[in-house]
């Protein structure tokens, strides 16, 4: 994930940008930011997409890509 991270902040350092990780209480906190829909990407992982499908699954997604490794 640091790639990518590193690859938005480099070619579109305008892109707002949400990293997803953490412990529960930084995701939960994180959830916040999420429900305000004030991001254009959400970086994360797949497992993190499991473990909290329940709050994802709230936001209306445009475009989701799972990057399988």
Do not use: C
């Amino acid at each position: 994930m640091a790639n990518w991270v590193n690859e938005f902040a480099k070619w579109s350092p305008a892109v707002s940008t949400i990293i997803f990780k953490g412990n529960p209480q930084i995701r939960k906190t994180l959830g916040h930011s999420l429900r305000n829909g004030k991001f254009n990407v959400l970086l994360t992982t797949y497992e993190y997409v499991i473990r909290d499908k329940a709050l994802l699954a709230k936001i209306k997604w445009r475009y989701m890509i799972i990057e399988f490794v």
